[in-house]
């Protein structure tokens, strides 16, 4: 259903999350009454230390696992099971590797229309993400930066309205790591979906995001929310020295730090 | 990944290994050859390769042999396909439905240790000695290796494929299909292969024991009427196919499963 | 340790869960043989086959022949052991012995040895010999091969160390790539023993006057059933006692291992 420009496309109120642990039979509480809501075409990042929930709450709202108690709201209506209009992307990209480039990249869109179209669509993905010349590859060719390439291209092929993100940077490089992010502000610039993009980052998330959510330690609550009042596009380089952009990094990451230490974690 | 040993150790081209195959061949007829014509080892025991050669010549000329390896292959290749369609399915339905594995699960776990030999005389005693009979031994004796190895293939599938397929539309019997049995594919082969050399020691093993044709039977026929170079040329015979079917069966695999990691 | 009831509770429901189906296995067959809705003369009862193998325990032919079956495994699987570990460890350390030798494996892996019979019999006669040398040859070659790829696995910075230490080749294949080799060598051993039983019990069937396989083939030929099905349960318990000395043999070996 069509969305008003500003209305909340995902909303999520009061939600709990218990996990059972087999071993003791004893429920372990990951989210303990979470409220979050993402308007359309918003880019939100979210932080927190680890084990803090923020990928359960991701896969909550993918439809992979359902909530203890609370509602999540997707255009109003209450989550469903996985579907197209929900495209994620894993930190271990999850490429078929049975599959070559384009053939993971026309998953998707398989049943849809004519040979011919989706070939087209697939092609202009290709090159989209630059692996043009790489399309009959099979995964395990490519180096890492590639293949989440591939994978984020598979997710936009069928082109979902919001975009769910798992560290998919994570397990690469420093120097990958960058340019993949400036690919992922170019292509999301080009056409605004709704993107949740969980990162332990605090760099990557002042960089990517238009709002940063950080959250508690289990059981993970909202701490802060944050906007990133920086202007679009926006350029690593000039972030890197900007004293806006610094000071955000710093006060974002003395909260990611306080929620550390309270877990029990090491910093 | 772990470093290999620091031995000189590298891997051999195919080109040397076949030629260092055809090196050890020719050594083992030779000498198979000098033991036989110096006395070494008497003559009625041990024919001299020469002979067998000839014998086994004018058996495939005759169609003697490859009548009797038809009738073996047929009986393998009807047990074995069976056992392959049947045990993947079970295999991959109970990695997936927990009612499915609660009940198969301990059955097998059950009847794993009945050493293969065993279903030899009880099909027999079902099942008599015919085409059937044994039909069904290569299909009892390979049937649980195939299950185990589709089972844990399919149960070891990584969740992120699972999810990923199910974001972009899959329904269950599409993901079934299309990526959990994909995935378990490597190992599924594996344990077809598996599957393979055992179909062949039951298969001799049953036709030894059951007669009524088959190259299990030519061997042990020969053996019985003094016949010592038939029962070497089919012993040979049934090297030479079991070899050869492997062989086939490996090519295949590369093939299918050209895209994995590591090839079996 | 702090177990309430409920955890008691429930774990008595697990342990059912995972034996449900056998119970019920166990149950049909029973019942089919007893009420006759098969011919008992094609599946006898469970309890009359056990009733029956504890008869035959009694009258000390079963323990016999299993002890017979047991000799030609133990003593064909301890030579494939003493030979074709070192044959393993040589063929991942010399590259000469690897190329001789891997055709021959390549060859011989899936090749039936059963298909030997004749051959075992013609050299070693129809008693503990021919037994012996077919385990031999049929345990061998999982033991060279698994022997192999756990060899080549060593991490070379062991050997480096232990070299730099002073240790000679000889050491260095006893005190540093055995035991870096062990878990793969038990992987392969294990399916030593399983091949090994497969055979010994197929050898027997063939051609031999004791052994387990004897006792199932000649109650199959003299029709009595019920000794047939005794003669699987009691190969199945063998196998399954000495599946689990492997495994016991494994832990007390491979405690530094995960």
């Known amino acids: ?267 | 990944m772990r470093r290999r040993a620091d031995a000189a150790v590298r891997p051999r081209s195919n080109r040397d290994s076949r030629i260092g195959g055809l090196i050890s061949l020719v050594i083992f007829l030779v000498t198979w050859e000098i033991v036989t014509t110096t006395g070494l080892v008497p003559d009625d025991v041990l024919p001299r390769f020469s002979a067998v050669a000839t014998t086994w010549w004018d058996m495939l000329v005759s169609g003697e042999l490859v009548r009797q390896a038809a009738s073996s292959l047929s009986r393998q290749m009807v047990g074995f396909t069976a056992a392959v369609v049947f045990g993947v399915s079970l295999g991959i339905v109970m990695a997936r439905h927990r009612a499915v594995d609660d009940f198969a699960g301990p059955l097998i776990t059950m009847i794993l240790p009945i050493p293969k030999a065993a279903l030899i005389p009880l099909v027999m005693l079902w099942f008599g000695i015919g085409d059937a009979a044994k039909t069904i031994i290569v299909f009892l004796g390979t049937i649980l290796p195939i299950v185990i190895s589709a089972y844990h293939g399919a149960a070891s599938v990584d969740q992120v494929y699972i999810w990923s397929a199910r974001s972009m539309g899959d329904d269950r019997p599409t993901l079934l299909w299309r990526v959990i049995f994909r995935a378990a594919l490597p190992e599924i082969m594996a344990g077809m292969r598996m599957g393979l050399i055992i179909s062949f020691i039951v298969l001799v093993g049953a036709e030894m024991l059951a007669g009524q044709g088959g190259l299990g039977w030519l061997v042990f026929y020969s053996l019985d009427n003094g016949a010592y170079r038939v029962t070497y040329a089919a012993m040979l015979t049934i090297a030479a196919v079991s070899f050869g079917y492997d062989r086939l069966f490996l090519l295949v695999s590369r093939r299918v499963l050209h895209w994995a990691e590591q090839s079996p | 340790m702090n177990v309430g009831y409920d955890r008691l509770g429930r774990l008595l429901l697990l342990r059912m869960q995972r034996v449900y189906s056998v119970l019920l296995v166990l149950a049909v067959w029973e019942w089919a043989a007893r009420d006759s809705v098969v011919n008992p003369f094609l599946l006898p009862a469970a309890s009359d086959v056990i009733v029956n193998l504890w008869r035959l325990v009694m009258e000390g032919r079963l323990l016999f022949h299993a002890s017979e079956s047991l000799i030609r495994v133990s003593v064909g699987l301890v030579l494939a052991v003493l030979i074709g570990i070192p044959l393993g460890l040589v063929k991942a350390r010399s590259r000469l012995a690897d190329a001789t030798l891997d055709p021959v494996l390549a060859f011989w892996f899936p090749v039936p040895k059963v298909g030997l019979i004749p051959l075992a019999m013609l050299f070693f006669g129809l008693g503990h010999g021919s037994k012996i040398a077919l385990v031999f040859v049929d345990a061998l070659l999982p033991l060279v091969i698994a022997t192999y790829h756990g060899a080549l696995r060593t991490d070379d910075r062991l050997v480096w160390s232990a070299r730099t230490m002073g240790d000679s080749e000889l050491q260095i294949l006893w005190h540093v790539v055995l035991p870096a080799a062990l878990p793969q060598i038990f992987t392969g051993f294990r399916l030593a023993v399983t091949v090994s039983l497969l055979v010994v019990f197929l050898a027997e069937m063939v051609a031999s006057s004791s052994g387990l396989g004897h006792v199932m083939i000649y109650a199959l030929r003299t029709l009595e059933t019920k000794d047939v099905f005794s003669a699987l349960v009691a190969m199945s318990l063998m196998a399954f006692i000495a599946d689990w000395v492997v495994l016991a043999l494994r832990r007390r070996f491979l405690a530094w291992h995960a």
Request: with cysteine.
């Open chain 1, 1 to 267: 259903m069509p969305a008003a420009p500003e209305a909340a496309k995902i909303v999520v109120r009061g939600l709990h999350k218990e996990f059972e642990d087999r071993a003791t039979g004893r429920k372990i509480s990951v989210i303990g009454g979470l409220d979050l809501s993402v308007r359309a075409r918003e880019f939100v990042c979210v932080v927190g230390p680890s084990g803090c929930g923020k990928s359960t709450l991701l896969y909550i709202l993918g439809g992979f696992v359902p909530p203890t108690s609370g509602d999540v709201l997707i255009d109003g209506q209450p989550v469903g099971p996985p579907g197209p209009d929900r495209g994620i992307v894993f930190q271990e990209y999850a490429l078929f590797p049975w599959l070559t480039v384009i053939e993971n990249i026309m998953y998707g869109i398989r049943n849809e229309s004519s040979r011919a179209a989706r070939r087209a669509r697939a092609e202009q993905l290709v090159a989209k993400v630059r692996l043009t010349g790489f399309e009959h590859q099979y995964p395990r060719h490519l180096s890492g930066g590639m293949k989440q390439r591939v994978a984020i291209a598979r997710t936009l092929a069928h082109n979902p309205d919001i975009l769910l993100a798992d560290e998919p940077f994570g397990a690469l490089d420093t120097q990958t790591r960058s340019l993949m992010q400036e690919e992922l502000l170019r292509i999301w610039e080009a056409d605004r979906k709704t993107i949740v993009f969980v990162t332990h980052s605090v760099e990557e998330a002042v960089y990517l995001a238009d709002r940063v959510v950080v959250m508690t330690a289990r059981p993970g609550t909202i701490k802060a929310d944050i906007a990133v009042p920086l202007a679009r596009p926006r350029n690593f380089d000039a972030l890197m020295q900007a004293p806006e952009a610094m000071h955000l990094r710093a006060e974002l990451w003395r909260l990611v730090k306080e929620e550390v230490l309270r877990a029990g974690g090491a910093p």
